[in-house]
């Protein structure tokens, strides 16, 4: 007599790829913030950490993306290729002001160096676009018939969660404006997925979250 599969046993088979979905999503969530902890612990007197631990992401986020079904990288229109390539030009405009001006950092107090500057406003930005908009999005839009929608609002809260990991770094408690920093970017995570719906490519939230990250340093 064969035996038919009960409640338990389809729970069984699915709650590990559940459990992996989320463990996958966490990961991927703290990436960036976790490299950066693990390469300045390695190598703390190094100038070019930074770079190292962004262009890790970059590197790995990359190579994962263009192996998946995920949407092309640039867009299709002719609209948003030219809105993408002038906001990509007034970001690096900015990235030469902030070269001089040595913005402080808000969450560690002090002075950021050109190597700083260079990878606040131009490397992170695209190691972050990578996984939210591009590995995250890909993985929540193709969950359900709404997947958008949730690619939308899933990433923007995830987002918005990453940034308490850079406050983690200095330290513990968090302080009350890590909370306020970390809501802020859950609506700038809005607006970049907003960016990457119309737009349908992750060029165009790229180049406007560098312009946004170089508009931001120059008022620190």
């Not at 463990?23 to 969530?29: D, E, K, N, Q, R």
């Not at 500057?117 to 999005?137: C, H, K, M, T, Y």
Request: charged share 10%; hydrophobic share 50%.
């Amino acid at each position: 007599m064969s035996r038919r599969p009960g409640n338990s046993e389809a729970t069984g088979s699915t709650s590990p790829s559940c459990f992996r979905r989320i463990v996958l999503a966490g990961a991927l969530t703290f990436a960036v913030p976790a490299v950066q902890w693990l390469v300045n612990e390695v190598a703390a007197p190094w100038p070019y950490r930074g770079w190292l631990s962004s262009l890790t992401i970059i590197l790995c986020a990359g190579l994962w993306y263009g192996k998946s079904k995920a949407r092309f990288f640039l867009p299709a229109s002719h609209f948003w290729r030219v809105f993408g390539c002038l906001g990509g030009i007034a970001g690096l405009g900015l990235l030469t002001i902030n070269l001089f001006n040595q913005p402080v950092s808000k969450i560690s107090g002090q002075a950021r160096s050109p190597f700083d500057v260079i990878d606040v406003i131009l490397l992170v930005p695209l190691a972050e676009e990578l996984i939210f908009r591009g590995l995250l999005w890909s993985f929540f839009e193709g969950t359900t018939s709404s997947g958008r929608m949730i690619a939308l609002a899933a990433t923007s809260l995830l987002f918005g969660i990453e940034h308490l990991g850079y406050w983690a770094q200095a330290g513990w408690p968090l302080p009350p404006e890590a909370v306020l920093h970390a809501l802020s970017m859950v609506g700038a995570g809005l607006c970049f997925g907003a960016l990457r719906w119309r737009s349908r490519s992750l060029a165009v939230p790229a180049a406007v979250h560098l312009l946004a990250n170089g508009a931001i340093l120059l008022t620190q």
